[in-house]
């Protein structure tokens, strides 16, 4: 009689995986004291400044210059009148251990329930954005256009399969490192996903390009208002101040990142049983792919063609709105929205099959959008348990004094920590850079060297911190967490090592 075969335990879904975390963040709140910086907010109805103390007591002050001379802040007045800094920035040296709110067994739980409704409510607007987008997606599958249209893609691509990779990547990298473009990029995972299945790559391949694009430009930011330019106002320095070196981390990181993507690709290409997500080889097609024929001709009609113009200029529409316009994700969602009426005329299909279609493609997207709702809820843990400052704290006072070069090493390590449980830059930005740049005064560096730890420290962990984006991206994907960070882990190895050469470079030049 054969020996049973030992059963493969597979590694838990990016729902479990938040839920893990979760649970972790909560057990560290009961060891973690509470704790609050005292902060200064600007309140334009009023013109005045609101100080709010640790115990909640807020008193009214002068919005001019001298009331931040005086309280030490570093930021031109005009930066809170203009909404450049628009969250309460912390006063440094005022931190005082609060009360830790009492839950007991029944309000712990209760916690860990509310903070994943109240993660997906805040969420909403992304939530909904996926939902249209992956509706939009459906019409367009039921139109044939995209199964038509990755055909001629797919004889185009013969023999230039690196530039998909090449020219993904530095544009998405040049959209994080300008703008911030983030959470916009899941909107083109449905896109490539077939076009990179059909140049012979694998699904982790499509994450590789698209995430590693935003997360090294962002973290590689120069002129991303979310980050380096909010930062560098609140640390009070011009946010143009060591542009050459950040520049060039840009250029550098991007260049390794397209690198070690394209050596993993081309080494699938040739032979796929080297995939990390080869044993999902054949579901993946399935499923990205479908009933798609590339051995016959097809006849590509002009309302296929039209179908797919109107849906590529939905992404030309959004990509303008976010860099030029300001907007987020309600006013994105209103653009595929109209992309889908539009298509209601254009696309040819019936009336029910067009609603079929749309709910169909919405709720093949419905698991990625909860996801991102889930990974909200962290932070909220960590909001309502008044953690953060204590963690700020901490770290402020265990590397004020070190010398220069061990100073701004650690402070990298330091973000890439407060980055895993805050990952809000702008909120990071605010909250810590009041606290964080004095520290350069005193050991003798520029305070730019501590945009740069913070961009790099808190850009970094994003490639693999569930509380971020990488969760929704593999989602996107089909690809387990565990495979992402087989494949992520030298780079990541890398790029510490770059990190820690140009910021001991910097300080030393």
């Known amino acids: 009689m054969a020996a049973a075969k030992k059963k493969k335990h597979s590694f838990p879904s990016a729902y479990t995986v938040i839920i893990i975390v979760l649970i972790l963040v909560q057990a560290l709140t009961f060891f973690i004291p509470s704790g609050k910086y005292s902060t200064l907010e600007y309140n334009s109805g009023l013109d005045k400044f609101v100080i709010t103390e640790p115990s909640g007591k807020t008193i009214k002050k002068s919005a001019t210059q001298k009331t931040l001379d005086n309280y030490k802040i570093k930021i031109d007045v005009s930066k809170f009148k203009d909404g450049t800094i628009y969250r309460p920035a912390a006063i440094s040296n005022t ?129 991303n208002p979310f980050s380096t330019v909010i930062a560098s106002n609140a640390a009070g320095i011009n946010f143009t101040d060591g542009m050459p070196m950040r520049v060039l981390m840009w250029i550098v990181s991007v260049g390794i990142s397209i690198a070690y993507t394209i050596h993993y690709a081309e080494k699938v290409r040739k032979d796929p049983s080297k995939s990390l997500v080869a044993d999902q080889a054949d579901s993946d097609k399935e499923k ?91 932070g909220i843990v960590m909001e309502k348990s008044f953690v953060s400052d204590t963690i700020m704290n901490y770290f402020s006072n265990q590397i004020s004094g070190m010398n220069s070069v061990l100073f701004i090493c650690v402070l990298f390590f330091v973000y890439i920590i407060l980055g895993f449980f805050i990952q809000s830059s702008s909120g990071l930005a605010v909250l810590s850079m009041p606290i964080m740049a004095p520290l350069a005064d005193v050991v003798g560096i520029d305070r730019s060297m501590i945009i740069n730890a913070y961009n790099w420290g808190q850009g970094l962990i994003g490639l693999v911190a569930p509380t971020g984006l990488i969760l929704v991206s593999l989602a996107m994907v089909n690809v387990g967490f565990d495979k992402w960070m087989k494949f992520v882990t030298k780079l990541l190895i890398m790029m510490i090592v770059l990190i820690l050469v140009f910021l001991s470079v910097g300080v030393l030049i």
């Open 95 to 223: 931190y005082h251990q609060i009360k830790k709110p009492k839950r007991g067994l029944f309000g712990t739980i209760n916690q860990f329930l509310t903070s994943q409704v109240q993660g997906i409510v805040d969420s909403v607007d992304i939530i909904v954005f996926i939902l249209i987008l992956g509706g939009v997606i459906g019409v367009v599958n039921a139109t044939g256009a995209m199964n038509s249209g990755m055909t001629r893609l797919s004889e185009k691509l013969k023999g230039k399969q690196k530039w998909l990779i090449i020219i993904v990547t530095s544009l998405i990298a040049l959209g994080g490192t300008t703008f911030g473009m983030a959470e916009e990029t899941i909107a083109f995972y449905p896109m490539l996903i077939p076009i990179f299945l059909l140049a012979g790559y694998d699904t982790l391949t499509v994450v590789a390009a698209v995430y590693l694009g935003t997360s090294i430009g962002s973290m590689s930011s120069t002129i």
């Open 288 to 378: 990205f792919l479908g009933d798609m024929d590339l051995t016959t001709e097809s006849d590509f009609t002009m309302r296929q063609k039209l179908s797919l113009i109107i849906f590529a200029l939905g992404f030309v529409v959004m990509i303008y709105g976010v860099q030029q316009l300001g907007w987020y994700f309600t006013e994105i969602a209103v653009v595929f929205l109209a992309v889908a009426y539009i298509l209601i005329f254009t696309a040819g299909l019936k009336e029910a099959k067009f609603v079929d279609s749309f709910v169909s493609g919405a709720g093949d997207l419905l698991g990625v959008a909860l996801t991102v709702g889930l990974a909200r809820s962290v």
